[in-house]
């Protein structure tokens, strides 16, 4: 029986890989729930990256014991779901000079200690692992957890399911405020299509994650951080197969472009294109094509994949990755708003880090401990906040 | 039909294969009767024109040796050499 949607426990904002996992996890914890998304159903982040579940990019703190407790989760869905393209295809990280080989040797020896598997690579080993990789490298380091999905099947079917316990996923629906009671509690949240009462509003609205915070008066400081992808033709099987990509984000203090880095970053997919990323800057929410930085990304790829310069690229796109300045994501109940809790702010990672986000948030709704400690990613560390 | 348009001939895997000043490779082909002309990657199931401007990839076409072009967007030349046999993608 589907849930009235004007009256239900819990109203997920935000209809991405997070808050689809949060829908998924609250009903099957007996918790009525609405999502509510003012766009299509993962049109935001979600489907703008490479689907990616990393440890090897992680050094060790509280978002690497997140991912590591997040990573066995994505596990549990592959016998649970239909496909969503899981591939435990593991990342391989290069370094081009013995410096470079040195400081990534060394982090990873870090990383090895907190529980994240890390195997060192020699330079004339790399090519057992990636049969096309360019000569010349120092070496590398093979991570075998890396895995990646397709974060839009994901979500669709994580909503599909939660939508099977009584769920209701509103898409299109845009969040006006977050009402609150005399208390300051939350009551409800008003939509354009009205007014859905609940007790705790999450939070999941990724790179707006901070536009839906102020609405409750309990501001966030998530901000978007712009990325490309280039998809490449269908490439033969076997052509790219792991993640692979270089230690260090390079700055381009040339560009015009606020804070450019870019990094040589290639892996394939399911269907055999291969993506090429990656960039960041910080440019608002431009969604206009810089070919600058297409071209930087094609130019560094081809360094690391000497075959990819006969590729044909098929498309481009760009995300919004929703980033806080301290680079974690902001996680659990706000002590501002009885009822408001977040889940957004993850950054590039939000896909490995869904499960156990979402996790966090459903046992801190049911009252109980959590399975991490969420002073890390607490929404009240950042101080004054505009 | 031919409305007053030059007519020429193509080759499309070996065989000539007639054509109208104007037209895309994709209609040309389609005109002769083809509607599929590659196996998915996964499946093995048949492809061919779907979108018709360019957006699928799903018409790829190997044209004198170049390998992926879209066969809705390619105009028809005369002696153009059409290929669909060698794996323009592998998908």
Redesign the interface.
């Known amino acids: 029986m589907a849930t009235s949607a004007d009256s239900v426990d819990v109203v997920v904002v935000g209809a991405g890989i997070v808050g689809a996992f949060c829908a998924d996890r609250l009903s099957a914890a007996g918790l009525r729930v609405c999502v509510v998304d003012r766009g299509a159903v993962v049109s935001g982040t979600t489907g703008a990256g490479e689907g990616n579940i990393l440890v090897s990019d992680k050094a060790p703190g509280p978002e690497l014991d997140l991912a590591l407790l997040s990573r066995r989760l994505w596990f549990d869905l592959l016998d649970e779901l239909p496909s969503v393209e899981l591939d435990a295809k593991g990342g391989l990280v290069v370094a081009g000079t013995p410096d470079g080989l040195a400081a990534l040797v060394t982090a990873a020896a870090d990383q090895r200690a907190h529980g994240v598997e890390a195997v060192e690579v020699a330079a004339d080993d790399l090519r057992t692992l990636e049969p096309h990789l360019t000569d010349g490298l120092a070496g590398g380091v093979h991570y075998p957890q890396d895995m990646q999905v397709q974060p839009m099947l994901a979500a669709a079917h994580l909503l599909r399911r939660a939508r099977s316990r009584g769920a209701v996923v509103r898409a299109h629906t845009e969040l006006l405020t977050i009402e609150r009671g005399a208390d300051g509690a939350v009551t409800g949240a008003l939509t354009r299509g009205g007014l859905i009462a609940c007790r705790w509003v999450v939070n999941a609205a990724g790179t707006w994650g901070g536009e839906v915070a102020a609405m409750a008066g309990a501001p966030v400081p998530v901000l978007p951080r712009r990325g490309f992808i280039l998809v490449t033709?269908?490439?033969?099987?076997g052509t790219v197969r792991h993640k692979v990509y270089g230690a260090d984000y390079v700055a381009n203090v040339a560009s015009d472009n606020a804070g450019l880095e870019t990094s040589p970053v290639v892996e394939s997919t399911?269907?055999?294109t291969v993506l090429v990323g990656a960039s960041r800057e910080r440019v608002g929410f431009d969604r206009t094509t810089s070919y600058d930085v297409l071209g930087r990304l094609a130019t560094q790829a081809i360094a690391l994949f000497p075959m990819l310069a006969a590729a044909?690229v098929?498309r481009t796109y760009r995300g919004f990755r929703p980033y806080c300045p301290d680079h974690l994501p902001v996680i659990g109940p706000d002590p501002r708003v009885d009822g408001l809790l977040h889940a957004c702010g993850h950054e590039g990672a939000g896909i490995g880090l869904a499960p156990a986000t979402a996790l966090l948030v459903t046992e801190a709704v049911l009252g109980g401990t959590t399975s991490l400690p969420l002073d890390a990613f607490s929404p009240t560390r950042f101080g004054e906040v505009a | 039909m031919s409305d007053g348009r030059e007519e020429f001939t193509l080759r499309v895997d070996g065989h000539e294969v007639p054509a109208y000043d104007g037209e895309t490779i994709a209609a040309v082909l389609v005109r002769s009767g083809r509607i599929s002309w590659r196996r998915t990657?996964?499946g093995d199931r048949p492809r061919g024109l779907f979108c018709g401007i360019g957006a699928c990839?799903d018409c790829?076409v190997s044209v004198d040796g170049v390998?992926?072009v879209r066969a809705c967007l390619a105009p028809a030349f005369p002696e153009a050499y059409v290929s669909t046999d060698e794996g323009a993608?592998?998908?």
């Open positions: 033709e269908p490439l033969p099987p399911h269907s055999g044909r098929q | 990657r996964h990839q790829l390998r992926g993608t592998d998908a």
